[in-house]
């Protein structure tokens, strides 16, 4: 039986991996570490309450519990916040990772670790694994110093880098731009969406697939997890009038710069999925077609 610990697992994709790693609960034992009480919709698993940025209480519960797999979807994943939180964000975003690896390094786990386009500039576009790193903003900066840990220790790891997740969480407790869309054109309300910002969205169930697919294969080193087509975030809000059958003409371009917001987008990402394809054999879809996929999980 592995032991497989997911951090934050009152998250987006916290809660989409508990879900899918309870349906084999002869293969894994799950263990949910994440803040306040236990908010994925499942008891049937054992949810330690914890701050995950109290370095010894960390340690001392991941000593008792000997995980085999540690999966750490915790984060600051908010840009604008990391940006005036630079300390916070730091100790979440790379102490927690290193101490994660200093534990994995005696207890010999394999950790699998989210990371995101944002540790590219954006300039250029559709990148590979290879493709050198340039972050713009403070979180892509520790999401790629929590890289460097990673690539620096002795341990077996999985990086996933990502892009723009959405999904469903258990109790509505955050959105992400596919149900902010579905509900303000659901309300009639007219919407301005960047129409200069590319990106290639994932579908959380996808992205806990991969992470699920890395563990089993014990895959090392980073992966990229998206869908397969590059789309302006306003063709991303027209596709999802499109499949939820919502008026779409209440979506209104506009151009980044008239956002004025605290940090720095990468103006286009999406991901090469090749390497994803050949070893973790799996092969994304259309933003489109996901989307469908996501509505049917919402009726
Ligand atoms: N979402 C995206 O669009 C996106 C894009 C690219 C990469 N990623 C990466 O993918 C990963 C998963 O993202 P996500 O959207 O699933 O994140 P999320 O929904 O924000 O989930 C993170 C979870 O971690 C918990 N958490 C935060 N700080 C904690 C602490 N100190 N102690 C214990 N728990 C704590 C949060 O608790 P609360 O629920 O109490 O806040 C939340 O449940 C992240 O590493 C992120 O950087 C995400």
Not at 172 to 185: D, E, F, G
Request: charged share 25%; with cysteine; aromatic share 8%.
């Amino acid at each position: 039986m592995n032991k497989v610990v997911i951090t934050g697992s009152n998250g987006l994709l916290g809660q989409s991996l508990v879900s899918l790693l309870l349906k084999e609960k002869e293969k894994y034992q799950v263990f949910g570490l994440s803040r306040g009480i236990n908010r994925s919709g499942r008891n049937d698993f054992s949810y330690i309450s914890i701050d995950l940025t109290d370095e010894r209480s960390l340690k001392k519960e991941l000593q008792e519990i000997q995980p085999h797999v540690i999966i750490n979807t915790a984060a600051m994943t908010l840009v604008d916040v990391c940006e005036d939180q630079k300390k916070a964000c730091d100790v979440l975003n790379v102490s927690v990772v290193k101490w994660l690896s200093e534990v994995s390094e005696e207890l010999k786990a394999h950790v699998i670790h989210l990371s995101t386009d944002f540790v590219f500039d954006g300039l250029k576009g559709v990148y590979k694994e290879t493709d050198s790193t340039n972050p713009i903003s403070y979180y892509g900066m520790s999401k790629l110093k929590s890289e460097e840990v990673l690539l620096k220790s002795k341990i077996d790891f999985t990086i996933l880098r990502t892009i723009l997740v959405y999904g469903k969480v258990f109790d509505m407790s955050r959105s992400n731009i596919v149900l902010w869309v579905k509900q303000m054109l659901e309300e009639g309300k007219e919407m301005t969406i960047v129409e200069d910002q590319y990106r290639m969205p994932t579908f959380v169930e996808d992205l806990a697939m991969a992470c699920k697919i890395s563990m089993d294969k014990k895959a090392t080193g980073i992966y990229h997890i998206s869908s397969n087509e590059l789309l302006s975030v306003y063709q991303i809000a027209q596709q999802v009038a499109e499949v939820f059958q919502l008026d779409k003409s209440l979506i209104k371009p506009i151009s980044s710069a008239t956002l004025n917001q605290r940090a720095q987008r990468p103006p286009k990402t999406g991901f090469d999925v090749s390497k994803t394809n050949k070893e973790l054999g799996f092969y994304p879809k259309s933003f489109k077609e996901d989307l469908y996929r996501f509505k049917a999980t919402m009726s």
